[in-house]
């Protein structure tokens, strides 16, 4: 792709606390398409999704329950935007059940996929999508506790929490992975983070074919830059502004532009698909 002038796609902001406060942001991510009709693709399915408070992971929740999903959020600590995204899906008529939490501890992971089952009954879609990312300069900049934290939320907390839903899950259930466009593309800000997402790559395929003979799917999607909480909390304002500008499309994607992948993926529309990577990415070529 040729390499395009960046420009100014979005007013220059920032926040100081990770995983962001989607209140805070300007514009608000749009998280919903008042466009979208549900077909009662997913009704009476049980879903837990991680980071599923805010950004992507709000959008996804909020399309599930259109489509008749009972939706169980996990989330670090932003109740606000927790409890926003709560009473949104449940004016789908579905249940949703907020867990807070440390998504880096292996218990929590176990128990919050417990506290799932116990309180919708059973557990059908399991979506990983809890992340950080904090921007450095070079790898001399990375510390072995940032390193640690990255690597413990956004790929160990996706082990524990897959393995502790694999005793539910059953013959057509369905996991799906949150990757990123940097796991092909690499990022010279995001080392560690590109490492991580990289990793959900391979997890995703590996588990694939672990799982596949038991009749449970296994897929993920790549987002490239989408205007979520996570954009404002790790990069200063002049990189915030232009966030966007070097894809195709000139532009950063919304939420809502993601969930339906996520549909499709968690659907019989995609009973013959497992092990692959959608990219939705504002028309970056990526093969793989």
């Known amino acids: 792709m ?46 837990l999704i991680t980071g599923g408070d805010s950004g ?20 670090l600590d932003e109740e606000e935007d927790a409890n926003e995204t709560k009473q949104r899906v449940e004016k789908e008529g579905v249940k949703c059940v907020l867990l807070p939490g440390d998504l880096s501890n292996e218990q929590h992971c176990k128990d919050i996929v417990e506290e799932t089952a116990r309180q919708l009954g059973s557990l ?60 092909y593309e690499g990022n010279e800000t995001l080392i560690d983070y590109s490492a991580t997402k990289g990793a959900i790559v391979a997890f995703t395929r590996s588990l694939s074919q672990s799982v596949v003979q038991k009749g449970i799917r296994v897929n993920g999607v790549a987002p490239g830059p989408i205007w979520t909480p996570l954009i404002p909390s790790s990069f200063d304002e002049k990189k915030v502004s232009e966030f966007g500008s070097n894809v195709p499309m000139q532009r950063p994607g919304q939420p809502y532009e993601l969930a339906p992948a996520y549909v499709y993926l968690a659907s019989e529309d995609s009973s013959y698909v497992t092990g692959q990577m959608i990219h939705v990415n504002g028309g970056v070529i990526v093969n793989g």
């Open 2 to 47: 040729p390499q395009q002038k960046n420009f100014i796609t979005m007013p220059a902001q920032h926040q100081n606390k990770q995983p962001g406060i989607e209140s805070l942001m300007s514009p608000l991510p749009q998280f919903e398409d008042p466009n979208y009709k549900g077909s009662e693709k997913l009704k009476g399915k049980n879903v």
């Open 56 to 75: 992507i992971g709000r959008a996804v929740s909020i399309a599930f329950a259109k489509e008749g999903a009972n939706i169980a959020i996990a989330y």
């Open 124 to 183: 059908n879609i399991l979506v990983n999508n809890v992340a950080q990312q904090y921007p450095q300069q070079g790898l001399e900049y990375i510390t072995a506790e940032q390193l640690e934290k990255t690597f413990r939320i956004n790929i160990f907390s996706y082990f524990h929490v897959t393995k502790a839903a694999l005793s539910h899950l059953k013959k057509g259930d369905v996991i799906i992975n949150t990757a990123s466009i940097v796991a």
